[in-house]
């Protein structure tokens, strides 16, 4: 018997949520293959299982979010079929979920000497993944069904023993199915209850507070549940983060909070980059069998400034920064709306503009189909954000902790320059001309050596004989 575990799907990552399965109890399982999908704040990956055998358990089903070790299924010997496929059914099947069931019904018969017992009872289920009418729900599941004011008894499960997974409460929200619309309604009745509240309870309230002060705190509490109810419009939509967005939230989150961010923005004239692109771009195309955009250069402009300001290069410890001596140049890449993701080119400093294209077109394709390995989303020490394709003109973009700076690529257009006319004199010309956004750290350094790594960026993309690296 082997135990199969959530693996550490990059080197920042604590947990993950299983989204799917691909076998299922008593499957033949060979080793490499995949075995299950998980969903992390970094990527969501297709597992594949470190042993060969037949899945005997899933501990852990679709939609529940556990921490990187923990173990998710057992995988043992085929000669072990028969014994792990029937042991597994009374586990997942509903045996378990009838005693927390039993505890509920009864609590409202005995109300003088049970009624505490089953409140324990319900309480110690929460915690156990155990909505109130006794139903398996993992705490994703049933914070979407908080979230969307659902009834879990509307919503068909599809999950190991009719468990209901994170899917499945997708799909409900979708069809509008299992809306809770009854208690909505009831939440205007109640406000009238305090208002005939003062005849009774007047009396009671005072008590633990203050005369005049009783009766206020009940309308007020009410009111706001009213009228976030009322605010709800029938035209609208709820549509409930997926883990990707809520993890990628929550990092930005604590960025902005964790690190003063500054901006810093300079010009660039691409048009010898752009010619370069124009005259090689049919060979290159050709070659390779994707398109030379301009991205390839601006990072290949960016390993070479690193080099000459480390201290871009490096992360926040403690009290200080550690400057990494490895140019890891992370780029974002955007999944269809759907969220974002960061692979990292590794060793981007031993590269020339074809290998850096290649590593970055690589990985935009795995990132898209979700191939990516750990090793592609860890490790990085500068981002770059890749803006430049809508059009944009400035972006404040959120440094990837615990990176002290990200620079945003801005659209690039055809705008009027003052050029040198070769005479001596002045000419105005028509170039290919961009913003390049840098947002950092202030702890990390001061304004001046932002300018200038962004200056020395500059300078070598409007400089460089790009010809000589194709």
Request: charged residues 20%; negative net charge; without cysteine.
């Amino acid at each position: 018997m082997a135990n199969v575990e959530m693996p550490q799907l990059g080197e920042t990552v604590t947990e993950g949520t299983i989204t799917r399965w691909f076998k299922q109890v008593g499957d033949a399982v060979a080793a490499d293959e995949v075995l299950f999908e998980v969903s992390t704040d970094k990527v969501d990956s297709e597992v594949p299982s470190p042993f060969a055998g037949v899945l005997t358990e899933i501990k852990v089903p679709e939609g529940e979010t556990v921490e990187v070790g923990v173990v998710l299924a057992v995988i043992g010997d085929a000669g072990a079929q028969t014994t792990a496929a029937a042991d597994p059914d009374p586990v997942v099947a509903p045996a378990p979920p009838p005693p927390p069931a039993a505890p509920v019904e009864q609590a409202p018969a005995p109300p003088p000497v049970p009624a505490p017992a089953p409140a324990a009872t319900v309480a110690a289920a929460a915690p156990a993944s155990v909505s109130d009418e006794g139903r398996l729900l993992s705490p994703v599941v049933r914070r979407l069904i908080r979230e969307n004011s659902l009834d879990s008894t509307q919503i068909a499960g599809t999950g190991v023993g009719g468990r209901i997974t994170r899917k499945d409460v997708l799909d409900a929200i979708d069809a509008g199915v299992g809306r809770q619309a009854a208690p909505a309604a009831p939440a205007p009745a109640a406000a009238p209850a305090p208002a005939a509240a003062p005849a009774a309870p007047v009396p009671a309230a005072p008590a633990p507070m203050s005369a005049p002060a009783a009766p206020t705190p009940q309308p007020v509490s009410a009111a706001p549940v009213v009228a976030a109810a009322m605010a709800v419009s029938p035209r609208s939509e709820y549509v409930a983060f997926n883990n990707v967005r809520r993890r990628t939230g929550e990092h930005m989150v604590a960025s902005k909070a964790i690190a003063p961010h500054a901006l810093t923005v300079v010009e660039v004239d691409y048009e010898g980059v752009n010619r370069v692109r124009t005259a090689h771009k049919a060979a290159f195309k050709s070659a390779e069998g994707f398109s030379l955009t301009f991205l390839p250069f601006i990072a290949r402009a960016v390993v070479d400034a690193l080099a000459e300001y480390p201290h871009l290069n490096a992360s926040v410890e403690g009290d200080g920064i550690r400057v990494h001596q490895d140019l890891n140049i992370g780029v974002a890449v955007d999944l269809d709306g759907q969220g974002l993701i960061v692979p990292v080119i590794r060793q981007a400093d031993g590269m020339r503009l074809i290998a850096v294209a290649r590593s970055i077109n690589d990985l935009a394709q795995r990132a898209r189909s979700k191939n990516l390995g750990v090793d592609d989303i860890s490790g990085g020490t500068f981002t770059i954000s890749n803006n430049g394709s809508f059009g944009t003109l400035t972006t404040a973009a959120i440094i990837n902790q615990p990176q002290v700076a990200v620079l945003s690529t801005e659209g690039i257009s055809r705008k009027p320059v003052v050029v040198d006319d070769g005479f001596g004199g002045e000419a105005i010309a028509i170039h290919s001309v961009g913003n390049l956004a840098m947002g950092w750290d202030h702890r990390a350094f001061d304004g001046g050596y932002a300018a200038g790594f962004l200056r020395t960026i500059k300078n070598i993309i409007e400089t460089r004989d790009w010809s000589t690296e194709l």
